[in-house]
C-alpha cells in the first residue's frame, strides 16, 4: 500500500502519499476494514472527513456516557435554524476512526470544509444538506434542485457493472460479507480507489459541483499534517473522494477555490441520533436501508444469521406470537439455502427477510413489517455526555427531564398523566410550554376511558432533529418557562386572525404561563372587539371556554377569560341570524357547525360561571338550602341555574329565532329545533308540529332533505332520537315514500349521508321499525301509547326514585334537604 514502510501491506506509516481509507458512510464492512488497516499502518495522525470546528469534540467519543448513534450538529449562532448533522453510528468508519485514534493516543482530525462555509452556502444548498456526511456511495452533499436528476450514484454504476439490479446487494457481497482482518487489510481500499477512480474519469464530479471545493480544502489540510507529522498520516473520507485526494493539484489552485468563500458565525457539539434517521426512509441523504441490521452485522462476534433469527423470534413472541426454537432453526437452513441457490458467498437481509416470513410469520407480511420497523430500522436512540457544549435552554431542559424522570426515547410511547399528582402536573407543563417553542416532543392525544380535565394522554417520541428547535427556541430565553412565556406573548401580537389568539390563550393555560396570560388577554379582548364575522367569533368561543374549564385542575385565575368569552357570546348572539340569511349549501353546512360549537361553548360558559360564583363567595345563602360550608355542593345546582339562566335564555332565545325564520337555511333552522328539544325548551308535540310543517308537500324536497339532516344528522344523536319517538319517524318516512322520483335522486345523496353517519346498531333497528309499519310499532306497548317495545308510555316514577341515593352520592348531596315543586318526584326534587 503506497505510503507504507518498503511498499509493504503491513507496518507503520513512514512518509511519502498519505494512506487514504475510501469509505462507504456507516458501512460496517468498512468500519472493519478502517480498524484493520489502522491497526496495520499505525499512523502518527488520523484524518476523518468531518467540519473541522468539531475537533474539540473529539474526545468526548471516548467517554463513558457517549453513545452512538450520535450526531455533530453545527448551527449558525445568529439563526439556530441554519444548521447541518454528521450522523455517525457504531458501524461507521469515521467513528471507529476516531475511536482507534483516542484508545491509541494518536492526534484525530476532522479535514472537511468547515461549518462556517457549508452553513452560509444556505439551507437548501449546503455542501452536505441536513445530513452533513455524504450520499450513501460516499459522495456527500446536495445540491440545488436543478442538479438532483444528473448526480451519479457511484455504487449504482459499479453494481450495474458487476451485474446486479441492486446496489445494497452487490454491497453486501463484496465488502459486508467479508471477514475485516483476514488477507491484505489495504486490498478493499485499492480495489475500491480503482473503481472510483474509472468512475471519476467517466463522470467528473457527477453532478456534485460542490464537492470540489471541499475536495480543495481536504487536499490543504493533508499537505499541512504531512508537513506537521512528518508523514504517517491516514486518511479517512468517502470512496468517491478519494481520487481527488489523489490527483496532483497545486496548491494555488486549490487556494483559489476557496477565496471568497461565505461565512457565518456557527457552534458545534454531540447530539443523540437514532437508527431510525439513518435510514432512507426519513429523507436522510446519506441514509442506508438497513441501520439495524447493519449494526447487528458490525457487532455480532460470529453466526449473525442465527442470531439475527433469535433477535426476530425474541420479538414476535413478545408480540405474542407462537415462535418456538423450531422456527429459529428451520429459518437459519432455509436462508442458508436461498443463499446458496441466489449464488451469495451469505445469507443477506433479503434471504433472512424471506425466511422470516415463509417460517415465523406464515408468509404475513403484517407481522414482518414489525420486524422491519423494529429490528432491521430500528429504534436505538443515542446518548451523549453532559459535558458536551449546549445552548442554556437545551440545559435547562434536562434538569427538567431529570427532576420529572421524562427521559427522551426515539420509541414512540403513550404516557398517561393525573394532573392532580404534582410530578404529572410538572410533565404535562414542560410538555405543553415545549409544544409553544416548537419542539414538538409529545402530541396531545384522546385519553381512554375518561373525559375529565384532569387527565392527558401524551403520544411521546424524540427525534434528533429536536435538538435544532431547542437550539433555535434558544433565542426566546435561557429556561423553557421564560421562553416560552417570550414566544407566546411574540405570538399573540403577531396571531393573524381571532380564532389563533383563542388558541393562543388556551395553550398558556395549558402550559402555565401566567406572565404571558395579560399581553395575551389584552390582543384576545382587542381584536375580539374589531371582528365582526361571526364566524370567527363562533370559532374562538369554544377555545376560550374550554379554557375556563382548566383553572379548576391548574389553580388559575380565569376571571379575565370568562369576562373576555361571555362579551363574545354575546355579539355572536347579535349578529348569528342575520349571518345566517342567503347561505349557499356549502355555508349553510358550516354554520350549523358554528351553532354546535357555540351550543356546546355557552353550556360549559354557563357551568363554569355557576362554580365560579360558589368558590369565590365560599359560605352562601340559597333559599331552601341554608347556608355554610357544607351547603356549597347543594348551593352549586342553584347558582348555575340563576348563573348560566340569562346567558343560557338568551341563547335559546337566538335558536327560537333561527328556526322560524324562512330567510335561514334548511340545515340551521333543523338544527335549532333539535338543540332546543334537547335543552328541554321545546316541547315533542311541538317538535313534531315543526317538522310536519317542514315535510309538508308546499316544501321543495331539497329544502326538507336539509332541515331533516339539520335535525337528526350530524352525529347529534339524531337516530336514537327517532328510534324512541315514533311521531317524528312517522313523519320522516311519510315524508320520504311521498317524494316525486324526480326529485328523489336529488335528495338521496344528502339523506345518505344523514343516515350514513348513524351507527350500524341505530340503522338496523330504524330498518326494522319502518318494515314494521305504524300499526306495528307499538306492539309491545301497554296500553297501545306512542312508543317502542320495552318503554312504556309514561315515566315510571317508583323506577326513577330507585336510583335516587345513586344519585345524591354523586352530586354530593348527602344530608341536603331536597327542594320538591307540586308535581315533582324525589328525582324531579334532586335535578331542581
Not at 22 to 35: L, N, T
Not at 387 to 404: C, N
Not at 612 to 633: I, K, L, M, R
Not at 789 to 818: H, I, Q, T, Y
Request: with cysteine.
Amino acid at each position: 500500500m503506497t505510503g507504507t514502510d518498503g511498499g509493504e501491506s503491513e507496518g507503520r506509516v513512514t512518509g511519502g502519499a498519505p494512506l487514504l481509507l475510501g469509505v462507504r458512510h456507516h458501512g460496517p464492512g468498512s468500519a472493519r476494514a478502517v480498524r484493520a488497516a489502522l491497526d496495520a499502518a499505525r499512523p502518527r495522525v488520523v484524518l476523518i472527513e468531518g467540519p473541522p470546528e468539531a475537533d474539540a469534540l473529539i474526545p468526548l467519543a471516548a467517554d463513558a456516557d457517549m453513545r452512538p448513534p450520535v450526531a455533530l450538529l453545527a448551527h449558525a449562532v445568529d439563526e439556530p435554524g441554519r444548521s447541518a448533522f454528521w450522523p455517525l453510528a457504531e458501524f461507521s468508519p469515521e467513528w471507529v476512526a476516531m475511536r482507534w485514534a483516542l484508545e491509541h493516543e494518536v492526534p484525530a482530525r476532522f479535514v472537511d470544509l468547515p461549518a462556517t462555509h457549508s452553513l452560509a452556502w444556505g439551507s437548501d444548498e449546503t455542501a452536505h444538506g441536513t445530513d452533513g456526511s455524504g450520499g450513501a456511495d460516499g459522495t456527500g452533499g446536495t445540491e440545488t434542485a436543478e442538479s438532483v436528476d444528473v448526480r451519479v450514484d457511484p455504487l449504482a454504476v459499479l453494481a450495474e457493472t458487476a451485474g446486479y439490479d441492486d446496489p445494497e446487494r452487490w454491497w453486501e457481497d463484496v465488502v459486508e460479507h467479508r471477514s475485516g482482518g483476514q488477507g491484505d487489510v489495504f486490498g478493499p481500499f485499492l480495489a475500491l480507489e480503482e473503481a472510483m477512480g474509472a468512475l471519476r474519469e467517466t463522470y467528473g464530479h457527477g453532478g456534485h459541483g460542490k464537492d470540489l471545493v471541499r475536495e480543495a480544502y481536504m487536499r490543504l489540510q493533508v499537505r499541512a499534517a504531512q508537513r506537521e507529522f512528518e508523514g504517517g498520516v491516514a486518511v479517512v473520507c468517502g470512496a468517491w473522494h478519494v481520487p481527488a485526494l489523489r490527483q496532483k493539484a497545486s496548491v494555488a489552485a486549490d487556494r483559489a477555490l476557496l477565496k471568497g468563500l461565505p461565512k457565518v458565525k456557527a457552534d458545534m457539539t454531540w447530539v443523540p441520533w437514532t437508527h431510525r434517521r439513518l435510514s432512507r426512509v426519513s429523507g436522510y441523504g446519506a441514509g442506508i436501508d438497513s441501520p439495524g441490521w447493519y449494526g447487528h452485522l458490525f457487532t455480532a462476534p460470529d453466526r449473525p444469521i442465527e442470531r439475527w433469527m433469535t433477535k426476530v423470534a425474541g420479538l414476535l413472541r413478545a408480540e405474542d406470537r407462537l415462535v418456538s426454537s423450531a422456527h429459529v432453526i428451520e429459518a437459519v437452513r432455509l436462508a442458508e439455502t436461498l443463499a446458496a441457490m441466489r449464488g451469495r458467498p451469505l445469507a443477506g437481509l433479503s434471504e433472512t427477510t424471506d425466511a422470516v416470513r415463509a417460517v415465523m410469520c406464515e408468509g404475513s407480511d403484517v407481522p414482518l413489517s414489525l420486524v422491519h420497523d423494529r429490528l432491521v430500522v430500528g429504534d436505538v436512540l443515542g446518548e451523549v455526555p453532559q459535558g458536551a457544549p449546549a445552548v442554556p435552554l437545551q440545559r435547562d431542559l434536562e434538569r427538567a427531564q431529570r427532576r420529572l424522570r421524562l427521559k427522551p426515547e426515539a420509541l414512540e410511547r403513550e404516557l398517561e398523566l393525573d394532573l392532580r399528582k404534582e410530578t404529572d402536573a410538572g410533565r404535562s407543563r414542560l410538555l405543553h410550554r415545549l409544544r409553544l417553542l416548537g419542539v414538538a416532543w409529545g402530541e396531545p392525544v384522546a385519553s381512554r376511558g375518561s373525559t375529565g380535565t384532569f387527565r392527558e394522554t401524551w403520544r411521546l417520541r424524540w427525534e434528533p432533529e429536536l435538538s435544532v428547535r431547542v437550539a433555535e427556541a434558544g433565542v426566546w430565553g435561557t429556561t423553557v418557562p421564560a421562553a416560552a412565556t417570550a414566544k407566546a406573548e411574540a405570538d399573540a401580537v403577531g396571531a393573524p386572525s381571532l380564532a389563533d389568539v383563542t388558541a393562543l390563550a388556551e395553550r398558556c393555560l395549558l402550559a402555565e404561563l401566567p406572565d404571558a396570560l395579560p399581553v395575551v388577554m389584552q390582543v384576545l379582548a382587542d381584536r375580539a372587539a374589531l371582528d365582526a364575522d361571526v364566524g370567527h367569533l363562533a370559532q374562538a368561543l369554544p377555545a376560550l371556554v374550554r379554557s375556563l374549564r382548566y383553572g379548576d385542575v391548574r389553580g388559575t385565575d380565569t376571571h379575565a377569560l370568562t369576562e373576555v368569552a361571555e362579551g363574545l357570546a354575546e355579539r355572536i348572539f347579535v349578529g348569528l341570524p342575520p349571518a345566517c340569511a342567503a347561505l349557499d349549501a356549502d355555508a349553510a353546512d358550516e354554520m350549523r357547525r358554528h351553532v354546535d360549537a357555540v351550543h356546546g361553548a355557552v353550556g360549559l360558559l354557563g357551568e363554569t360561571g355557576a362554580v365560579e360564583t360558589v368558590a369565590d363567595h365560599g359560605d352562601v345563602a340559597v333559599e331552601g338550602v341554608g347556608a355554610g360550608p357544607g351547603s356549597a355542593a347543594a348551593a352549586r345546582g342553584v347558582v348555575s341555574a340563576r348563573g348560566s339562566g340569562g346567558l343560557r335564555g338568551r341563547w335559546h332565545s337566538v335558536l327560537r329565532v333561527l328556526s322560524g325564520r324562512d330567510s335561514v337555511p334548511g340545515v340551521v333552522r333543523g338544527r335549532a329545533v333539535r338543540l332546543l328539544l334537547d335543552d328541554g325548551e321545546l316541547g315533542q308535540d311541538e317538535a313534531a308540529r315543526l317538522m310536519g310543517l317542514v315535510l309538508s308537500p308546499g316544501t321543495p324536497p331539497a329544502d326538507a332533505a336539509a332541515w331533516i339532516e339539520g335535525f337528526v344528522g350530524g352525529g347529534a344523536g339524531g337516530g336514537m332520537l327517532l328510534v324512541h319517538d315514533e311521531r317524528l319517524l312517522g313523519l320522516v318516512d311519510a315524508w320520504l315514500t311521498g317524494v316525486p322520483a324526480d326529485a328523489f335522486t336529488d335528495v338521496l345523496p344528502l339523506l345518505r349521508r344523514t343516515f350514513s353517519a348513524y351507527e350500524a346498531g341505530v340503522r338496523r333497528t330504524l330498518g326494522e321499525l319502518v318494515r314494521r309499519g305504524p300499526g306495528e310499532r307499538r306492539g309491545g306497548v301497554p296500553g297501545g301509547g306512542a312508543g317502542v317495545p320495552g318503554f312504556a308510555a309514561e315515566l315510571d316514577a317508583a323506577r326513577a326514585d330507585a336510583v335516587l341515593p345513586v344519585v345524591r352520592l354523586l352530586l354530593g348531596l348527602d344530608g341536603v334537604p331536597v327542594q320538591r315543586g307540586a308535581d315533582d318526584n324525589d328525582l324531579a326534587g334532586v335535578a331542581r
